[in-house]
């Protein structure tokens, strides 16, 4: 299963992302890529990661990694100036956006078995 998780004008909470499934025993073997802008002044950003998931197994470390992940950034993070909480809230499968940051890791895993099952329909996906 493939899915993306945008920035939404938040890079370093991606990045931070990244780096806490990397050292997460259970989602280390994760495959995490980077999406970065296109040409022009956006070339260096990162707009988004790609994250595939193998299995059963990896779909619900990734939950759990991704919850807990939310839950200490969360606890760290200020609102961003648009009132929004921080980046990496939000999961793109196909045509489908579902904003994630409020899930436990029980919903999330849910969540994804869901869009697992259901075949990605558009570029995202």
């Not at 938040?10 to 990397?22: I, N, R």
């Not at 790609?50 to 990734?62: R, S």
């Not at 940051?101 to 329909?121: K, M, V």
Request: proline content about 6%.
């Amino acid at each position: 299963m493939r899915f993306r998780i945008p920035a939404d004008g938040d890079e370093e909470s991606l990045l931070d992302l990244q780096d806490w499934l990397a050292a997460d025993p259970g989602t280390a073997r994760v495959h995490v890529a980077p999406v970065g802008g296109g040409g022009g002044p956006t070339m260096n950003v990162l707009e988004a990661v790609d994250v595939i998931l193998g299995n059963g197994v990896d779909l619900a470390n990734f939950a759990l990694a991704y919850a807990t992940w939310r839950s200490v950034k969360h606890d760290e993070s200020p609102a961003r100036a648009d009132g929004e909480g921080p980046g990496g809230r939000r999961l793109v499968h196909g045509d489908v956006s579902v904003d994630i940051g409020h899930l436990s890791s029980e919903e999330l895993a849910d969540l994804l078995r869901r869009l697992h099952d259901t075949p990605a329909t558009g570029s995202d996906g």
